[in-house]
């Protein structure tokens, strides 16, 4: 006898939220870390160099510290369902209607999202080969260039979970 490879779909797609839930909670405390530690970074910097004191290598730190902000950021956004639709034109829809919209963005959102995760593999690949480090401080970039990877593709899983709840007509929970 055959068994299904999905017993219970509800169940499985609650465990798949539970789940990338407490990555994307894990993820966001990490992207709040990140700009804590750049708003500390700007502080510094800007009263150090009021008093002429300049410090080099805050601007590559910066920098670094600009990747988890921003891709932390989105996976969370997309947890949220705060990232960019149109609310005004879905309102409109009645609601299986607007559950299969927003359930089809998501996944042709997906689509882009994907192309840039494989580029930034590609990238992460080459540059890591080459043993890529910042100028003036010598950090290795390679962690950082993983850990956009590892966010663009967090937020792929949760953009798919969202279209499939919403296909589904199941409401997400936050």
Not at 31 to 40: F, I
Not at 130 to 142: F, K, N, R, S, Y
Request: overall charge positive; hydrophobic content about 55%.
């Amino acid at each position: 006898m055959v068994r299904p490879l999905i017993r219970n779909p509800g169940a499985d797609m609650r465990l798949m939220e539970k789940t990338l839930g407490w990555l994307v909670r894990l993820a966001a405390g990490l992207g709040v870390a990140s700009l804590v530690a750049l708003m500390v970074l700007t502080v510094v910097t800007v009263v150090f160099r009021a008093i002429g004191i300049a410090f080099p290598g805050t601007y590559v730190l910066a920098e670094l510290l600009l990747i988890p902000t921003v891709t932390c950021a989105l996976a969370f956004a997309a947890w949220d369902g705060s990232h960019t639709k149109v609310e005004l034109l879905v309102q409109t829809f009645s609601s299986r209607v607007s559950d299969w919209s927003q359930g089809a963005m998501l996944l042709l959102g997906t689509v882009f999202w994907g192309f840039v995760l494989y580029a930034g593999v590609e990238e992460a690949l080459r540059r890591g080969e080459q043993g890529e480090i910042t100028p003036l401080l010598d950090i290795p970039v390679a962690p950082f260039r993983w850990l956009m990877v590892a966010a663009i593709a967090l937020m792929i899983a949760v953009c798919l979970l969202r279209a499939a709840q919403y296909l589904a007509h199941q409401e997400p929970r936050k």
